[in-house]
T-cell receptor
Framework: DTGVSQNPRHKITKRGQNVTFRCDPI?????LYWYRQTLGQGPEFLTY????????KSRLLSDRFSAERPKGSFSTLEIQRTEQGDSAMYLC???????????????FGPGTRLTVL | SQKIEQNSEALNIQEGKTATLTCNYT??????LQWYRQDPGRGPVFLLL?????KEKRKERLKVTFDTTLKQSLFHITASQPADSATYLC????????????FGGGTRLMVKP
């Protein structure tokens, strides 16, 4: 399978714990996005990377959220001191940006469903 | 603020009919508009992309229109099948550096045999 993969698929944690999710994009894709989706809503953009550079992070929901893509391949999203309101599906997407003026569709992974008790 | 509206009520149609879903937006000038399909507990699956200078795009039984004057896109599934039952998401992207997507809330389609 050469699609976007995410691990774990499900995570149950207690309030106050830290959690980390991993995303492996499609191999030739240089852009990687993180979104959050709550029940009955569309995905909400959080942050994105162009190769290893995080170019937009102002939409991260709070300073408890952070993301990395150290080698420009896989990425991790960490939530510190989780709260019940963090319960949601966390989605990763990737795309191939060939030039500044080009645009290619984003392909999504299966998501990680987080439940904070 | 930017707003994307999709009919939050489920659309129920009979197998073989054409399903038409609507996406309206305000306070936005998107360069690209996409439609995704999402099944319960799964990530969105890309279906079609249409650019601001395109009026219509087709792929097999799917057709998308994009009217930048009305600020509206219509998504059609012809000869609908029960397997088409899912939630369909409209997503817009601008020409900003990141091309991040802004999604509507989705419309659930139910195709009855």
């Amino acid at each position: 399978d050469t699609g976007v993969s995410q691990n774990p698929r499900h995570k149950i944690t207690k309030r106050g714990q830290n959690v980390t999710f991993r995303c492996d994009p499609i191999s030739e894709h240089n852009r990687l996005y993180w979104y959050r989706q709550t029940l009955g809503q569309g995905p909400e953009f959080l942050t994105y990377f162009q190769n290893e550079a995080q170019l937009e992070k102002s939409r991260l929901l709070s300073d408890r959220f952070s993301a990395e893509r150290p080698k420009g391949s896989f990425s991790t999203l960490e939530i510190q001191r989780t709260e019940q309101g963090d319960s949601a599906m966390y989605l990763c997407a990737s795309s191939r940006q060939l030039a500044v003026s080009s645009y290619n569709e984003q392909f999504f992974g299966p998501g990680t469903r987080l439940t904070v008790l | 603020s930017q707003k994307i509206e999709q009919n939050s009520e489920a659309l129920n149609i009979q197998e073989g009919k054409t399903a038409t879903l609507t996406c309206n937006y305000t306070n936005y000038s998107p360069a690209y508009l996409q439609w995704y399909r999402q099944d319960p507990g799964r990530g969105p699956v890309f279906l079609l992309l249409i650019r601001e200078n395109e009026k219509e795009k087709r792929k097999e039984r799917l057709k998308v229109t994009f009217d930048t004057t009305l600020k509206q896109s219509l998504f059609h599934i012809t000869a609908s099948q029960p397997a088409d039952s899912a939630t369909y998401l409209c997503a817009l992207a601008g020409n900003n550096a990141g091309n991040m997507l802004t999604f509507g809330g989705g419309t659930r389609l139910m195709v009855k045999p």
